[in-house]
């Protein structure tokens, strides 16, 4: 039971376009969802978060959207850059408490490539 | 640097071993998770510790175990080890100190087993 789905496994994009990588989820208990990013051999790297009262977060040339009612989010990077070429996991917690506290259920990834 | 650091970064053991993994978390973190990743898989949790209780547990095999230690480090016990287990595991804190819960994760611990 994959409760956090990202359905592309990679997205290939040109350097200066817009990247835009998506995520879908089941569990209507999640209130809280981020963004990380991965390169070989390194540990995953916060990059962005929203919660679910937010329907847009912006930070730089980073910005998660949130459509609650169909259960999507997605981040979008403008303008992309080769050093943005990494594993994107797009996660989810149930802040509000429960024995769930805290805890991160991610996606699958999704390898971004950027171009020169 | 995220500031959580987890020993050893590799370790290659034979079938049917034991090891333990080691993290100690960021300065002020009270939650402690632990998760793996296995051949180009998302990261499935394994359990969460806070304050030195036991929080939540995911897939984690009877085989595996996990304590949290007064001075908050972390150690994941993985006993009768199988070709399978061959995965990194990832440790990540936070401190839930009601801003989100963004975890901070350490560099990972590469397990071969042989």
């Known amino acids: 039971d994959q409760q956090v789905k990202q359905n592309s496994p990679s997205l290939s994009v040109q350097e200066g376009r817009i990247s835009i990588l998506n995520c879908d989820y089941t569990?209507?208990?999640?209130?809280?969802f981020l963004w990380y990013k991965k390169y070989p051999a390194e540990g995953p790297t916060f990059l962005i978060s929203?919660?679910?009262?937010?329907d847009k977060n912006e930070d730089g040339r980073f910005t998660v959207f949130l459509n609650k009612s169909a259960k999507h989010l997605s981040l979008h990077i403008v303008p992309s850059q080769p050093g943005d070429s990494a594993v994107y996991f797009c996660?989810?917690?149930?802040?509000?408490?429960?024995?769930?506290?805290?805890?991160?259920?991610f996606g699958q990834g999704t390898i971004l490539t950027v171009h020169p | 640097d995220s500031g959580v650091t987890q020993t050893p970064k590799h370790l290659i053991t034979a079938t049917g071993q034991r090891v333990t993994l080691r993290c100690s978390p960021r300065?002020?973190?009270?939650?402690v998770y632990w998760y793996q990743q296995s051949l180009d898989q998302g990261l499935q949790f394994l359990i969460q510790?806070?304050?030195?209780?036991?929080?939540a547990k995911g897939n984690i095999l009877e085989r595996f175990s996990a304590q949290q230690f007064p001075d908050l480090h972390s150690e994941l016990n993985l006993s009768s080890l199988e070709l399978g287990d061959s995965a990194l595991y990832f440790c990540?804190?936070?401190?839930?100190?009601?801003?989100?819960?963004?975890?901070?994760f350490g560099q990972g611990t590469r397990l071969t087993v042989v």
């Open positions: 990540a804190s936070s401190d839930h100190r009601g801003s989100g819960t963004e975890a901070f």
């Open positions: 569990n209507s208990m999640f209130d809280y």
């Open positions: 929203i919660s679910s009262i937010k």
């Open positions: 996660a989810a917690s149930a802040f509000s408490g429960g024995t769930s506290y805290g805890k991160l259920t």
């Open positions: 300065s002020g973190d009270l939650s």
């Open positions: 510790y806070y304050n030195g209780e036991e929080r």
